[in-house]
């Protein structure tokens, strides 16, 4: 089983994933969102590379059942139903609802590696069960981190070396590329904690300073869900049925 | 003194670069080899993008001043008069020629950021120099991590990371993005053995199959030159006169 990790998904072109096995990572915040959503009883998450894109696919959809959801520099975009928070993604704001997202890096990274054979989404939240899932498939890895504007960011890259930690508590004999053993090391300094490197990280710190500091907080939990959001003819669902939904009350009441 | 590091080229378009200062790293073999080149001698050499443009660009100059060079897939390419291998680049070969080279990472990788105000080649060899040259000039910088085939290669972060920790002997204030961080605790992690880095390397056992070993030694040399190849109108020539040649001899009877 060979593990390889992606910077930037910039490094690779679409047709790049034909066939393959690939995880993205976007911790703050696209697939800690996407992840709170499907474990919040929505019932699909459709990622959309465009703002454009997203406003005419939202179009389609019967008005009520939809919400239109995403973010510009960290903030929702005008017009919209929800921003890229997880924290908006309450049980009693997405039960039941689609949800099209569009994330300046999150959103885009999953669009681009649509032609993966299985594509799943990654954070700190399911990390855990990612690990185990992946472990069972016993295939050959990309592991995609979305990164800041197609550059490199640290909390994606920690997270992904955490991924590979976790995986070989099932696999003693995972092949490693040169990214993935860098991200193991970088999972050994930087994961001793990871709420203050999130907090440190360039990303962390734009987010702070819009007012975002509680989503670090949440984005930064291990283990927390379950779910494991699959990418299939357009649509994200959940793989795994939710077995406890996400509270998301405790973060929201720290704030007020 | 801001310091960003791209762990592949592919992140940044030609654009990006315009007016900025650049470093470009190859460790494994282009920076390393242009280094020795201009060390020992060369006039100049002219990165090129593609072997066709190497051929065309060839043409233009007089027969006996210049020699075609590069490799693909780690070899020397047919009819070309040199490969990629710094051990091949003596004084002997090379003083007083123009060198049209083309690699498969690191002469792109120059070409892409032919833009930037000030353009620069480090490696293990030069390190030390640029890091002064760098920190003289107290301008915001790029280093560019050439890679392996668009993606990350262990050699050239940990090169990068180097190249910021002798900085910091100079510059005690320096703003670090992620990737610069990351870079540093790379070379704080792979910097304790250079040269066993490389080994292990992706890049490294590839380049040992195919019997370049001995490049390997070479290339993890630290503080074997002064010169600094500067990019300018198409041409890298050395930013200092070389004050010692490389002897390349050594290596080479390692080699026989």
Do not use: W
């Not at 406003?55 to 939809?66: A, E, I, L, Y």
């Not at 640290?154 to 053993?181: F, M, P, Q, V």
């Not at 509680?214 to 930064?220: A, G, L, R, T, V």
């Amino acid at each position: 089983m060979k593990i390889n990790v992606l910077f930037s998904p910039l490094q690779a072109d679409e047709l790049y994933f034909t066939g393959k096995t690939t995880v993205i990572i976007d911790v703050l915040r696209a697939t800690t969102t996407i992840i709170t959503a499907l474990s919040n009883g929505a019932k699909e998450v459709i990622p959309v590379n465009s703002v454009e894109f997203a406003m005419k696919v939202s179009g389609n959809f019967f008005g009520g059942q939809t919400l239109l959801s995403g973010e510009r520099n960290t903030r929702k975009i005008e017009g919209f139903n929800l921003g890229n928070s997880p924290l908006e993604y309450t049980k009693e704001a997405v039960h039941g609802k689609s949800i099209v997202l569009f994330t300046t890096n999150g959103s885009r990274a999953i669009v681009k590696a649509k032609f993966s054979e299985t594509l799943v989404m990654c954070a700190f939240i399911n990390l855990n069960a990612v690990a185990k899932y992946c472990a069972d498939l016993d295939k050959d890895l990309e592991i995609v981190c979305a990164g800041k504007s197609g550059g490199f960011c640290i909390e994606d890259s920690l997270c992904a070396g955490k991924l590979i930690y976790e995986l070989l508590n099932y696999k003693k004999d995972l092949k490693l590329t040169d990214a993935a053993k860098a991200s193991l090391t970088l999972n050994d300094i930087y994961g001793r904690n990871i709420v203050q490197t999130l907090i440190d990280s360039e990303h962390g710190q734009l987010l702070t300073e819009n007012g975002f500091a509680e989503d670090i907080n949440f984005c930064s939990r291990l283990a927390v869900s379950e779910v494991i959001p699959f990418f299939s003819g357009g649509s994200i669902k959940p793989l795994n049925l939710p077995v406890h939904p996400i509270s998301v009350e405790e973060d929201k009441n720290k704030k007020e």
